[in-house]
């Protein structure tokens, strides 16, 4: 009697043993389950481009929060063709477009911002508001491939009114001297060494010339390709869609013909700052201009040189030394 119990005893450890033995086992795989299964870190990718602006167009990059750029935009004269030339010092006697500008970062993600430009057609005294904003950033994983900036401007041109009806400039009403430019910049950073970005963009002008297009698409594309530790060549280039007839008309009552903005120019980084030497066949510098109505051609020599000299100040508090 006392062995058949001690039998049965010994049977009912074991089993105790082996369901302990399990649960030990399954606690033991949760656990490691639980160590091992973290959620992956997508880290962004920094520094697609080294400037909010390439030559002409804009990057995906914004001001940082609580930064304020101020920032001189200059384009000179034809370096040559029949209006370049020594005679006009290749240009630098002459200045076709100047924009002072200043940009304010709300977030790292959200700026805005206000600006005063000449004008490069008879549509001139310009005053811009604009606000950017990074949809999307990409990650050095490729969980977000690309990054996605939307950028929106609204230009407000103040020159006299024309007293031609068929002139761009022929305002009856505060409204028709508004302008609107709205782009999506889609932007990747392959490497260290290379950049590149598109720029789907729509332009709407409230009043135009007599057959000048209201509503304009046009398609921008940029890069960087950098070429030694401080130095980068930087390109962009705009087609704009315009109505063949429309434009056909515009030229032959205007003579003069319309070209693809083509911007070249040669970034030097030197101790934080970034400098451009730029050269554009765009005489203007705001988007609603040098887009729609540029007027010069490269093969005659109707290029330019331009520059942006740029400052930011920081309105970061310092964090107390504890």
């Known amino acids: 009697m006392i062995q058949k119990r001690l039998t049965s005893f010994r049977k009912n450890l074991l089993l105790i043993g082996l369901v302990l033995s399990s649960f030990r086992g ?3 795989q949760d656990l490691e389950k639980e160590l091992t299964n973290t959620n992956p870190v997508h880290e962004k990718v920094f520094a697609t481009f080294k400037d909010t602006k390439l030559i002409n167009g804009h990057t995906n990059e914004t001001i940082h929060k609580n930064e304020l750029e101020f920032k001189v935009d200059h384009r000179f004269g034809d370096i040559a063709g029949s209006n370049g030339g020594l005679k006009q010092f290749f240009g630098l006697d002459n200045s076709t477009d100047v924009r002072i500008g200043f940009d304010y970062g709300l977030t790292d993600r959200l700026s805005i911002g206000l600006a005063r430009a000449k004008g490069a057609t ?3 005294q310009l005053y811009e508001g604009s606000i950017k904003y990074r949809l999307l950033e990409q990650t050095t994983d490729d969980y977000i491939p690309f990054a996605v900036t939307l950028f929106g401007s609204n230009t407000i041109a103040a020159v006299k009114a024309s007293d031609d009806p068929a002139a761009a400039t022929a305002y009856r009403k505060f409204s028709d001297r508004m302008n609107f430019v709205s782009q999506v910049i889609l932007a990747r950073k392959f490497n260290s060494n290379f950049s590149f970005s598109l720029t ?4 709407h002008k409230n009043f135009t010339a007599f057959r000048d297009q209201n509503d304009l698409f046009a398609i921008g594309a940029g890069a960087r390709a950098k070429i030694s530790k401080r130095m980068a060549i930087v390109v962009d280039y705009f087609i704009p869609f315009r109505n063949k ?3 056909a008309y515009l030229e032959q009552t205007s003579g003069v013909k319309f070209y693809n903005p083509l911007g070249v120019g040669l970034e030097i980084e030197t101790g934080g700052h970034v400098f451009h030497l730029n ?3 765009a005489a203007a510098i705001e988007e609603m201009q040098y887009i729609s109505q540029t007027t010069s051609s490269w093969l005659k020599g109707q290029y330019r040189w331009g520059f942006s000299i740029a400052r930011r100040f920081s309105f970061n508090k ?3 030394k504890i």
Do not use: A, I
């Open 245 to 247: 007839d429309d434009k």
């Open 200 to 203: 789907p963009t729509y332009l």
């Open 279 to 281: 050269f554009t066949n």
């Open 318 to 320: 310092k964090k107390e």
């Open 26 to 28: 399954f606690g033991q």
């Open 122 to 124: 008879n549509v001139q």
